[in-house]
C-alpha cells in the first residue's frame, strides 16, 4: 500500500532535474523554496517539502507545519556569465565594472540571501547596485543569464552544469561561500505520512545521494 | 415562478463568487501595511508605465484603427486578426515573444530588458489590442453621412476627423480604452519575463504582489486591495467619462457587445 502512493513534493528549484531521477513515480511542483513554504502556510496539499535552506523548514516546524526537517545534500554558489561574455567579466571583482547587469534571487529566496552573504564576504556589498532583476527563484536567474539578456547571476554549481554551453562558469573562493544546506520534512497534514516518512529516508540512502552526487550536489557534512 | 427563482438563485451565486475575493481582500486588510516601501514603489512605478503605455496606446493605435476601419484592401482581415492577437495570447507567450523580438539576443538587438521602458513595452503590447479593437468598432460605427456633410459644407480632412468623427466615436474609445487601462494595469506574465523585477525600476503593483506573497502575506494583501482600488476607480472615472457626452452614449451603447 505504501509504495503504490503518489507523493505530492514541494521542492527548490535548484532539485528541478534531480528529484524527478530520484523519485520517477512522484508528483513535483519546483519553485523558489520560500513561495512553496508560504503555499505550506496558506494549506497547500503537500506530503513532502525540500527547501534550499535550513531556515524555512525549521520556521514550518516551529509553526507545528511539518515534521522535524533533515539535512539531506548541500550546494556552493558560483557565478555564471553568458557564453559570449558581453560584459567581459572574468572574476567576480568584475562585477564592479559600470553597467553590468546583474540578475540575483530576491530578499528571502534562498539563492538572493545566499548570494547577498557572498558579496558581503568579498567585500561586495556595493555591487548590489548593478543589480536589475531580483528573481523568485534561482532558475529564473539561470534562464536570464542562459538567454543572454543579462550579464551575470548568481547561481548554484548544480543550476550551472544543467545549461552548459549556454554559460561560463567563475568560481567563488571557498572561505566566502556560504553554509548551503537543503533540509527536506514530511508535511504533517500528509495523507501519506509513513510513505512521505520512507521518501525522506530514502533520499539519505545510498542510491538517492549517488544521484544528487551525480548531479553535482555535496554529501552532508 | 420556480424558473423564475431558479434563475435569480444562479445570477446571485455568480454574483457572490465573483464579489467574494474582493471582500476577502478588504476583510483581511490591514491598513498599515500600505506604508511599506515595496507598496508606495510599486504603486509609483504602475502609475508610471501604465499612464506612458496608454499614452503610447491613444496615438498610434488611434490612427492605426481609423485607418482600417475607413479603409478596404486586400489582406485586411489578416491585418485585424494579427492586431487582435495579442488579446487571446497567454501572458508569457508575449513575454517571450517581447524577449525574442527585443531582447539584447533578440531580432532587433535592443537594451530593454530590465529598464522601466521594457515594463511600458509590455504593458502596450498586451493592452493596446484591447483598445485598437474597440477603437475599430467605433470608428465604423460612425454615420457616413455625418462625414460626408462636414466635407461638403468645406471642413478640410482634419477638422472633419476632430470635430465629427471622435466626438462620434468618443464613447466606443472611451469604453475601450478603459479596458486597455485596467488590463495594463492587471499586466503581469510578459513584464516579469520581459523586464523582470525590481522594486523602484520594473517592479509594477502585479509583480509586487507575487514577490511578497512568499514574503508577507499581508503585504501581498495590501498590494492587492491598492490594485483594486485603483483599477476600480479608474474604471469608473473612464465610464463615467464616455457616458457624460451626450454623443457619445449612444456609441458607447452600441459599440459595447
Redo the contacts between chains.
Keep these: 500500500m505504501i509504495s503504490s502512493a503518489v507523493l505530492t513534493i514541494l521542492a527548490a528549484a535548484s532539485l528541478t532535474n534531480v528529484f524527478p531521477q530520484v523519485a520517477p513515480k512522484d508528483r513535483f511542483s519546483f519553485g523558489?523554496s520560500?513561495?512553496l513554504?508560504?503555499q505550506i502556510?496558506?494549506g497547500a496539499p503537500a506530503d513532502v517539502f525540500a527547501s534550499a535552506n535550513t531556515k524555512l523548514p525549521e520556521q514550518l516546524y516551529e509553526q507545528g507545519l511539518v515534521e522535524k526537517p533533515v539535512v539531506f545534500t548541500r550546494n556552493e554558489l558560483i557565478l555564471i556569465v553568458p557564453k559570449k561574455n558581453?560584459a567581459d567579466i572574468h572574476s567576480v571583482y568584475d562585477l564592479r565594472k559600470p553597467g553590468v547587469?546583474l540578475?540575483v534571487g530576491?530578499?528571502?529566496?534562498p539563492v538572493g540571501d545566499y548570494t547577498r552573504v557572498v558579496l558581503h564576504n568579498l567585500g561586495l556589498d556595493d555591487v548590489l547596485n548593478s543589480?536589475?532583476?531580483?528573481?523568485?527563484d534561482v532558475r529564473e536567474v539561470l534562464a536570464?543569464v542562459a538567454?543572454?539578456?543579462?550579464d551575470a547571476g548568481f547561481v548554484y554549481t548544480t543550476d550551472a552544469r544543467t545549461v552548459r554551453g549556454k554559460v561560463a562558469t567563475i568560481g567563488i573562493r571557498w572561505s566566502a561561500q556560504p553554509i548551503v544546506e537543503y533540509a527536506v520534512a514530511v508535511v504533517k497534514s500528509s495523507h501519506h505520512l509513513a510513505a512521505s516518512r520512507a521518501f525522506v529516508k530514502s533520499l539519505l540512502g545510498r542510491t538517492a545521494q549517488a544521484k544528487l552526487r551525480a548531479a553535482g550536489f555535496l554529501p552532508v557534512r | 415562478m420556480i424558473r423564475r427563482a431558479a434563475v435569480w438563485a444562479a445570477a446571485l451565486v455568480a454574483l457572490a463568487f465573483l464579489a467574494l475575493p474582493i471582500v476577502a481582500i478588504f476583510a483581511r486588510l490591514s491598513l498599515t501595511r500600505l506604508s511599506t516601501s515595496v507598496v508606495s514603489d510599486a504603486l509609483v512605478v504602475s502609475l508610471k508605465t501604465t499612464f506612458a503605455a496608454q499614452a503610447l496606446v491613444l496615438a498610434f493605435g488611434t490612427p492605426a484603427a481609423y485607418v482600417l476601419a475607413t479603409h478596404r484592401f486586400r489582406g485586411r482581415s489578416l491585418v485585424v486578426t494579427l492586431v487582435e492577437l495579442p488579446i487571446v495570447l497567454p501572458p508569457a507567450v508575449a513575454g517571450i515573444g517581447l524577449?525574442a523580438a527585443f531582447?539584447?539576443?533578440g531580432l532587433l538587438h535592443t537594451g530593454l530588458?530590465?529598464t522601466q521602458a521594457a515594463v511600458i513595452v509590455a504593458v502596450a503590447f498586451v493592452s493596446g489590442p484591447l483598445y485598437a479593437r474597440q477603437a475599430i468598432a467605433a470608428f465604423e460605427g460612425v454615420d457616413e453621412t455625418m462625414v460626408a456633410a462636414s466635407r461638403t459644407l468645406g471642413a478640410s480632412r482634419a477638422k472633419t476627423f476632430f470635430r465629427v468623427v471622435l466626438p462620434l466615436a468618443g464613447g466606443g474609445l472611451g469604453a475601450g480604452e478603459a479596458l486597455a487601462f485596467a488590463r495594463g494595469m492587471g499586466e503581469f506574465g510578459a513584464t516579469i519575463m520581459f523586464?523582470?523585477?525590481?522594486?523602484g525600476?520594473?517592479?509594477t503593483l502585479p509583480l509586487a504582489v507575487?514577490?511578497e506573497?512568499?514574503?508577507d502575506?499581508h503585504t501581498a494583501l495590501a498590494l492587492g486591495a491598492l490594485l483594486v482600488g485603483v483599477s476600480a476607480g479608474l474604471l469608473i472615472t473612464v465610464k463615467w467619462l464616455a457616458s457624460s457626452s451626450t454623443s457619445a452614449l449612444r456609441f458607447a451603447a452600441s459599440s459595447s457587445v
Excluded: H
Design positions: 523558489g520560500n513561495m513554504a508560504a502556510q496558506q558581453p547587469k540578475v530576491a530578499v528571502g529566496v543589480v536589475v532583476s531580483q528573481e523568485t536570464k538567454l543572454g539578456e543579462a | 524577449l531582447g539584447r539576443v530588458p530590465f523586464a523582470g523585477s525590481l522594486q525600476v520594473t517592479q507575487y514577490q506573497f512568499d514574503v502575506f
